[in-house]
């Protein structure tokens, strides 16, 4: 079992920058979990945004969001992050970290995840 708790999350004004950290704790080792990030709005399904794979080297996108949004991990502190720029009002969410101990590339489905954190409010404002 992992626990997961987001932060980084907040108000910033259009063209701003964010860097959303994830942090796991448990009877776990970190590098044993696929990372993946997702964002939801009121009334709206959950989102993918990203994912990264157990030691980082496969990567994926929502194709909307390549380009602004990096994720990256380091398993020495337990830690994903997402790293958000020239963000836009549209980018406003709640945005959660979750970890799936699935074998093979990172998914894309919120159902892949087995543990999910609290999630994060990001406002952008116009």
């Known amino acids: 079992q992992v626990h997961l708790v987001e932060s980084g999350g907040g108000l910033v004004q259009a063209g701003g920058s964010l860097k959303l950290s994830c942090v796991a704790s448990g009877h776990t080792f970190f590098s044993q979990y696929t990372m993946g990030w997702f964002r939801q709005t009121p009334g709206q399904e959950r989102e993918f945004v990203a994912a990264?794979?157990?030691?980082?080297?496969?990567?994926i996108y929502a194709d909307s969001l390549k380009g602004r949004f990096t994720v990256s991990r380091d398993n020495t502190k337990s830690t994903a992050y997402l790293r958000m720029i020239n963000l836009k009002p549209e980018d406003s969410a709640v945005y959660y970290c979750?970890?799936?101990?699935?074998?093979?590339?990172?998914?894309?489905?919120?159902?892949?995840?087995?543990?999910w954190g609290q999630g994060t409010q990001v406002t952008v404002s116009s």
């Open positions: 979750a970890a799936s101990t699935n074998r093979g590339s990172p998914g894309r489905s919120r159902h892949e995840y087995q543990y």
């Open positions: 990264i794979s157990k030691i980082g080297g496969t990567i």
